[in-house]
């Protein structure tokens, strides 16, 4: 429930989130090595499907606090390669929490 509160998650969506890591609970995660580019494909997403994907990103050792990255997710179409659309995501790094 700290995420919830904390992110501000609307409902709907935490619920979808919460549901989505039950599911993946326990199973090994694809693991991708920055500064590249990487593709996953024929993923069947039909127009309307809502598909959680959960992004671990660590920093490179000796990362600054401040320092910043940004990477981009498209969607593209299996068959042509076409761009149907996408998100860029910047990770800025924090100093770690107080407990």
């Known amino acids: 429930m700290r995420l919830f ?4 998650y609307p409902e ?3 619920g979808l989130m919460a549901n989505a890591l039950k599911a993946v609970a326990g199973k090994t995660p694809l693991v991708l ?9 024929g993923l069947p997403i039909a127009p309307g499907d809502e598909i959680p994907i959960f992004l671990r990103i660590d920093p ?6 401040g320092a910043v990255f940004e990477f ?3 969607q593209c ?3 042509s ?5 996408g998100s860029r995501y910047r990770v800025v790094v924090n ?4 407990r």
């Open 5 to 8: 509160h904390e992110a501000k």
């Open 33 to 41: 090595k920055g500064g590249g580019t990487a593709a996953l494909t």
């Open 81 to 85: 390669g076409k761009a149907l659309g």
């Open 95 to 98: 100093r770690p929490a107080r």
């Open 72 to 74: 981009d997710v498209v």
């Open 60 to 65: 490179p050792r000796g990362t600054k606090v």
């Open 12 to 14: 709907r969506q935490f």
């Open 77 to 79: 179409e299996s068959n």
